[in-house]
């Protein structure tokens, strides 16, 4: 496993950025507008996207690493569900939910270290979910309602406990949480700010509801995940086309849509239980350097009472908020993160679970 992409092709990655500029600016005029609305800048995508038709023939991912195996060592067998995160040295540290532990990774592909096992005590998991690095880089794991601290070197720290479950959560540039969860009575997705010790600060200002309501329960969990990049935040909208960029605090600055319908998880009541339906999720959204927005897109379409058609791709947006195109994917893959050199992550479910790392380049 060993990545010679970065020993042999630096002259390459040197022409990526300027690649991206050019063809940024691949059709003479953008389709959509920009305004304001009650202070915040709305940008309105229409059409094909700046590198217009054929998007997909403009991008290609040369995979240089690859962690994952049908069969042999243990710690390159997961079970179906990841999580990841990558810190500035490029090291990869892998969540593996269904064997409730945390594995590291160098940038080369070597093996470091493994911990965690089922249960509830210390540096043990009941329901892990993700994982996130602290400013300072060392592991912060979601498991229902607390998280889980760890050193660069898999040394449990401690466990805060938030107030009840959340989906998903940010550490803030000041240690803050920001946990998303759900709310009652409808569709949709709230979140709070949580002090570094747990407590309960104050509401996230926006509460995103749609769809019908509902006598019990709630909560968006298809999309709706914050993402923090140069000190804002961006969450795609569960239900619809939108990804809102905030600042720390909440203050809504920029609203970006696109004319892609993205049809809301159905709502099926029966009894005293209930289930959510998602045939669309747009998101989460993802940072390339400083050029560029990456936003997941997950579509399923029915074309009879029994066959459905299915597509995954990634829409990519310049500085500016503009649509360039869409990348067709493949439907067993997913993208995962994005690191500080513009190495993309995709996690791949079948034949077996494994995560690789890619670099892209534009045509």
């Not at 309602?145 to 401690?158: A, N, R, V, W």
């Not at 968006?220 to 960029?245: M, Q, V």
């Not at 500016?320 to 493949?330: A, E, V």
């Amino acid at each position: 496993m060993k990545n010679t992409w970065h020993k042999h092709g630096l002259s390459l990655l040197a022409l990526i950025p300027a690649l991206i500029l050019l063809f940024g600016c691949a059709k003479e005029k953008w389709e959509g507008k920009i305004y304001k609305e009650q202070g915040v800048t709305i940008v309105e995508n229409q059409g094909v996207g700046l590198w217009g038709e054929g998007a997909s023939e403009k991008v290609q991912f040369i995979e240089d690493l690859s962690i994952g195996k049908y069969e042999g060592e243990d710690y390159l067998m997961f079970v179906r569900y990841l999580s990841i995160a990558v810190d500035s040295g490029l090291n990869l540290y892998i969540l593996d939910r269904g064997n409730h532990r945390l594995l590291k990774f160098d940038r080369e592909g070597n093996f470091l270290w493994q911990t965690g096992r089922k249960g509830q005590g210390p540096g043990e998991f009941q329901y892990p979910r993700d994982i996130t690095l602290t400013p300072s880089e060392e592991v912060a794991l979601s498991d229902s309602s607390s998280i889980h601290f760890f050193t660069k070197d898999g040394k449990y720290q401690k466990t805060i406990k938030l107030m009840g479950s959340f989906m998903n959560f940010t550490i803030l540039p000041d240690a803050r949480f920001l946990a998303a969860k759900m709310v009652r009575g409808q569709l949709g997705l709230a979140a709070e700010y949580y002090s570094p010790d747990g407590k309960l600060l104050k509401q996230f200002p926006d509460v995103y509801r749609y769809g019908p309501k509902i006598s019990f329960g709630g909560g968006a969990w298809y999309g709706g995940e914050f993402k923090l990049h140069d000190n804002k935040l961006y969450l795609s909208l569960p239900g619809t086309y939108e990804i809102r960029e905030y600042d720390l605090e909440g203050k809504a600055l920029t609203k970006i849509r696109r004319n892609l319908e993205i049809k809301p998880p159905e709502v099926e009541t029966k009894g005293n239980s209930i289930a959510f339906h998602a045939s669309d999720v747009s998101g989460p959204c993802f940072f390339y350097l400083d050029e560029m927005m990456v936003n997941l897109v997950s579509l399923m379409e029915k074309k009879d009472e029994e066959k459905y058609e299915f597509k995954k791709c990634l829409d990519f947006f310049n500085q500016k908020k503009q649509f360039l195109g869409s990348y067709k994917m493949p439907e067993d893959k997913t993208l995962a993160a994005i690191d500080s050199e513009g190495n993309f992550y995709f996690i791949q479910w079948e034949p077996y679970p494994k995560v690789i790392r890619s670099q892209m380049i534009l045509f």
